[in-house]
Nanobody, 123 residues
């Protein structure tokens, strides 16, 4: 399984960005794609996840109501639309695959990881 994350950049507080994660090398549909982030000096934390086959979603409390995860099955891509960005959203964002339809929020549940894309929010 390979994942390619993109879409990061520099944005002012209150702005928006859309991250993309292209998934390849999976031949079945019962899996979950998650987004995690790691801020400088902090541990990696769960952001959001989506069940690939049915589209059910989960969000962390810190992004609920501001971020939206979605998928385009034709493009094998998962998106993370980030609105109302805050300084504390600054981090490297990673997408990852969990080989189960049951959504998990723990980092260790995810088997394959992309390379990360940097999001910097400035005041």
């Amino acid at each position: 399984v390979q994942l390619q994350a993109s879409g990061g950049g520099l944005v002012q507080t209150g702005g928006s960005l859309r991250l993309s994660c292209i998934i390849s090398g999976i031949t079945f549909s019962r899996y979950t794609v998650g987004w995690f982030r790691q801020a400088p000096g902090k541990e990696r934390e769960f952001v959001s996840a989506i069940n690939w086959s049915v589209g059910s979603t989960v969000y962390s409390d810190s992004v609920k109501g501001r971020f939206t995860i979605s998928r385009d099955t034709a493009k094998n891509t998962v998106y993370l639309q980030m609105n109302g960005l805050k300084l504390e959203d600054t981090a490297i964002y990673f997408c990852a695959v969990h080989l189960s339809a049951v959504i998990r929020t723990t980092e260790t549940s995810y088997n394959s990881w992309g390379q990360g894309t940097l999001v910097t929010v400035s005041s």
